[in-house]
DNA sequence: CTGAAAGCGCTAACAT
DNA sequence: ATGTTAGCGCTTTCAG
């Protein structure tokens, strides 16, 4: 079978612990130069590879962390994974995945022994979760999790704003394009975009589409504008929302950008090459991860740290899809 | 620190082993109902978690599985990320990702003992990455890797059908949108195009994008488009790349399936939602994932098994941006 | 039906 | 500068 620590040593008529010691590179013994070499020579000439079951056993840290959040198959969710993974990797730990959907009943998170947990958007989709004790948690996204370290991201804010610009814009008439949850979140987009609606004096309206992704929600657009005519603005839960919005439109013979003005949520990169181009509320990202990696490494080296949290704004970033500016913004009834 | 299965034992006055056969629900030996239900009540109350770490030690197997693939930021690997992910899931298996890109130099792809490998389009990516010994390997997408078990997508053959589709469709000047790849595929995109191309007595253009995803692919489309004007159609290296030269034909006053045909590949779902919709080549995905881990778990399971090999075809998917069908198919040269 | 003993491959603490 | 001993938490014989 696969080649061990002693079987390097036997070859080499030494202590295994020396050569443990050799192929961890641990400075502060002492080591012959000459055994070192050995050492390595032989480790290499055997092909050893470390056992990190072993290894992770008898330290009792396994270098790998776990990402707790929902499908990368979701434009965002992708770039999400793809930051908080090379960061992970950057600092030499490895990553398990673990999907939290409200679909996926069967979870059952932290089953390995990882050494610590980012949590994205999880709050929203499966509520108040488990915390493993003893495995440092921080979540990343809309909630701000009171147990444990978090980083939130002022959703309710971008959603005004974003709102207010349709509104700046022109528009009367603004529908609000989302989904069925399990949960209502007090301070999510839904909030921001009545609270914007509300100070201006105009009605809140609502497309609520069945779960199940950007198909339903063209459908449940499509279906909207047959019965209630092309809203003036349509402020989208999402960038893939958006873009099926933008379809529906289409279908219906719209133009966005043109006579329906539409605004996304998370502004992927796609956004950018669209057309038209998206319009949408920005997700500090990159930011947002780093500042999570970076807390729960700092809990990981020091558990006893005091609770780590901040919170981060987000911009709009205007585009094709929310049509010319306006010249005055007078237009309010 | 963590409940182990002795201080469950310490506390019923039992052995550890019994404890362990209870929560292994190891039927094979006969337990005691009472002592079987002392024990769950106990290792419930204790909050008794597993530690995988020893587990895998003493088994040698992990129940984890390693994916090796490009980012899941890219729209098709997100997918199949996802299909991956859940039927491993389903297996009740752990998934470790890792990534495999040619930006990402510093891999050591299993450092962790995971049971099986699937590498995604692996190969065009790193080459010939080094197979680790005792671990079984399957690899999905365009090559087939002699070594281990394989499922191949017939990229060749897509390529030449989307190609032929477009020759077919009263185009003359084609070009393929690709980028620039460390190794060339000998039966890939660019062949499959090429070899089309030839039969049907036409010249094959290339616009080659600089390494760095769509948004360098639109900067690619536009300088040709300035420089050689509009093919007619474009055949694009995948349906981000797609979405990419729509965006650049549409900055040079091009609209997609009217002035220009394009057609992508790999038919991401977003594609159904786009504006234009977008014509593609559809991978055969959930055959592919489904067929791949099949394989993976007949031979984690049977490590003698003969090579399994198989190939899967690709279809074309026909939409709105490579515009209307050719009344006749007789406009060849 | 249950327990005792051994060992998976590694690291840590203490010798020498 | 190197070796010895012990143990991480679990599973697997093999006895009772």
Redesign the pocket.
Known sequence: ??V???DIARKL??????V?LV??DRRD????QE?RERVLDMAKKMGYR??HA??A???GKTQMIALWMPSPAKLYYGKVFEALYSLTRSLGYETVFCLADYDDSSRKPYDWPVDGIIAVDTYELVGKFELPRGIPVVSLGSHADTRSDSVTVDIYGGAMSATQHLIDSGCRRIAHVTTERPLTERRGRSAGFKSAMKAAGLRAELIVSDPGGPAKVREAVTRYLKRHGPPDGLFCYSDDFAFAAIRALADEGFTAGKDVRVIGFDNVPEGELSTPSLSSVAQPLEEMCKVGIHFLFNRIREPDLERQVTSIGMKLVVRESSGPQAEQSGMSQ
């Open positions: 079978m696969a061990t620590l002693r008529d030494i202590s295994h612990v020396t443990s192929l961890n013994v002492t080591i012959s055994t470390p056992n072993a290894r056993l008898a330290m």
